[in-house]
Structure formats: structure tokens, C-alpha cells
């Protein structure tokens, strides 16, 4: 049985596969991408892409999702896709949806999300995506980070092109403020989690609220450095799987998305077994971060969110 498989009931009536295909590709690997999308759709058989606005490969990824559309390896409506606005485009979230949709070739997104609660001081088109001034310190923009979630709002009520929308990067208290001036739940709250990082605080308050948590750097991104982690290795052989397979099965076992990222054909092909963790394991993995919380993304322009250990 493959953790591929497995979906999680969002709050607006539909689900979402539970391990979606991260997209963020840096420059150097922008020549196995598109191999790295094909393998995970029609190899291993994800069927859910979280990618941005930000990320700059959305032109790429409509290209490759038209060609199996037409080729007639997947249908859209068997995929779930994510796409984010980014700060830079607070104050207008539908200009970030339509560039997004235009790049991705497509209708509607499964779910669209603010990518932060952050705004940046930048144009009409949202450039530049990070405005620094000459100290190289990021220049906010003086505006209220909820209005973008308000406006996400009225697209969601009043158009087809979103189905669910969601946060990323929200804290506790942004939550709260949220749930209290807003009428929308959001269908997921999307952070850096991992064994190193379990903010359990956070997980349960979304948990509570009926907000899906969704796991980014669950590998600890670049280098993979979660995956080295003594006890996850030794789990690993005891489960006679990769560690990769422990730490996804980490959030899935616990009914959280999480979204590994890959370029690698080989290890995107095998997808992720389902792994029988027990809540013991679970409590042990979590400890090491209660013991020594290690966050792997730290941008500068998050230090001010309130999220735990920026
Ligand atoms: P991950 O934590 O998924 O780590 C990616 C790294 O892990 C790559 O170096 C990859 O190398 C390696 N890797 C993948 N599979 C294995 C394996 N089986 N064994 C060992 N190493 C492995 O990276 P990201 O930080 O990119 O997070 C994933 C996704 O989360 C992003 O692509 C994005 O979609 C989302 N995200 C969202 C953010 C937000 O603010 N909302 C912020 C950051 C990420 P290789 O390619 O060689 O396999």
C-alpha cells in the first residue's frame, strides 16, 4: 500500500491526496524537471502538486501538464494543484491567481493559498518579489497582511477559478485573528514541519479548528539533513524502509499532508510505502525537536510572523 494513496477530508466537503509533489526547483536542476514531474504523475502516481506564484517554474509546469493532458496520461480533474500568492502581490491576490492560472494553462486551481502574512513594497506586477533597500533590509509594505486573505475570500465566494482556499506560514495568534475578522475557515495551514520541528502547539490548534496541517521541508530541504537523524535511520531498518519513507509517513500517520521535494527519477518513482508507525515512535521522533528545535528555512523577511524558533 503506498502513502500516495491516501486522501484527507478538507473542510470545504472535498479531500486532498496527502503526499503532494513539491515543486520548488533550484536553477541547477531545471533540466530534470520536467522528467521529475512526468515520473511522479505517471510512474509513481501522485496526483497532487503544491507549487507558487514565487517558485518561476509554473510556464514550465502548464507546458508539461498540456502535454499529458493531450497525450491522455492523466485528466485534470484526477490532480489536485496548489498554487500561492506571494507578498509582493498582497494587495491583489487575483492579479497573482490570473498569472498563475494563465502560466499553469489552466481553469481553476484545487487550492490557492497565501503564501505568507507578510506584505512587500513592490509594483503592480509584483516585482520585485523580495524589494530590498540598499542595506539589503526587506521593505514592507505598510498594509495589512489579513486584507489578502479577505480578498482570497471574495475570489473563493464569487468565482469557479479556486475550490478551497488556504494559509501558509500562519502562527497561532494570525490564525486566531483570522478565525475571529473572517468567515472562512481556511481548508489548510501549510509550515515547515519534521521531528526536528514539531510545533505540536501549532498542529493541534489547526487540528482543533478543522484546518489540515500541511508539512513543507519535511526533509529538511536542500542536503535532506532530517534524514539522517539517528533515530530515524534506526526506524528506518527496523520498518525495512528508507529514512525518507519514515519521515513521510511521520505527518501522514498523523492525518497531515506533507509535500517532498524530489529531482531525483529513481527515488521519485519508488513513492513512499505506507509504514505502520506507532504512537510511540511518533512520540520519540517528535522529541527530538522538543529537545532541540531546529527550524531549516529561516528567511529573513519571516523573522517578524510570530512562528515559533524563527
Ligand atoms: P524537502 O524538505 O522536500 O527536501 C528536498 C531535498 O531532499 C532535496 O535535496 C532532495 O534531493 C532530497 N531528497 C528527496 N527525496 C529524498 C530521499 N528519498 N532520500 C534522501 N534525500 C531526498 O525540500 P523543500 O524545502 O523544497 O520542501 C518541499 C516543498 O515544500 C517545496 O518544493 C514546496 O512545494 C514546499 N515549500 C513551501 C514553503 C512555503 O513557504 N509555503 C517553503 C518551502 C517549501 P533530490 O532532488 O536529489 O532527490
Known sequence: MSALDIRIPLNNGTSIPAVGMGTVCPED?????????????????????????????????????????????????????????????????????????????????????????????????????????????????????????????????????????????????????LLKETDVVPAVNQFELHPQLPLQDLVDFCQDHKIVVEAYSAFGSGGAPVTKLPLVNELAKKYNVTPADILINYHTVSGRVVLPRSQNPERIKKGYPKVPLTKEDLENLAEIGELKPTRYIKEDWGKDIGMPYW
Request: glycine share 6%; net charge negative.
Open 29 to 177: 536542476k531545471k533540466g530534470p524537471f520536467k522528467k521529475a514531474i512526468v515520473t511522479a504523475i505517471v510512474d509513481a502516481g501522485y496526483r497532487h502538486l503544491d507549487t507558487a506564484w514565487f517558485y518561476g517554474v509554473e510556464e514550465d509546469l502548464g507546458d508539461i501538464l498540456q502535454e499529458l493532458f493531450q497525450e491522455g496520461k492523466i485528466k485534470r480533474e484526477e490532480l489536485f494543484i496548489t498554487t500561492k500568492c506571494w507578498p509582493s502581490l498582497w494587495n491583489n491576490p487575483e492579479k497573482s491567481l490570473n498569472d498563475s492560472l494563465k502560466s499553469l494553462k489552466l481553469d481553476y486551481v484545487d487550492l490557492f493559498l497565501q503564501h505568507w502574512p507578510l506584505t512587500f513594497k513592490s509594483d503592480a506586477n509584483g516585482q520585485p518579489p523580495v524589494p530590498r533597500d540598499d542595506n539589503g533590509k526587506v521593505i514592507f509594505d505598510d498594509g495589512d497582511f489579513l486584507d489578502t486573505y479577505k480578498k482570497m475570500i471574495d475570489i473563493y465566494k464569487n468565482t469557479d477559478k479556486v475550490k478551497a482556499i488556504g494559509v501558509s506560514n500562519y502562527s497561532i495568534g494570525n490564525l486566531e485573528r
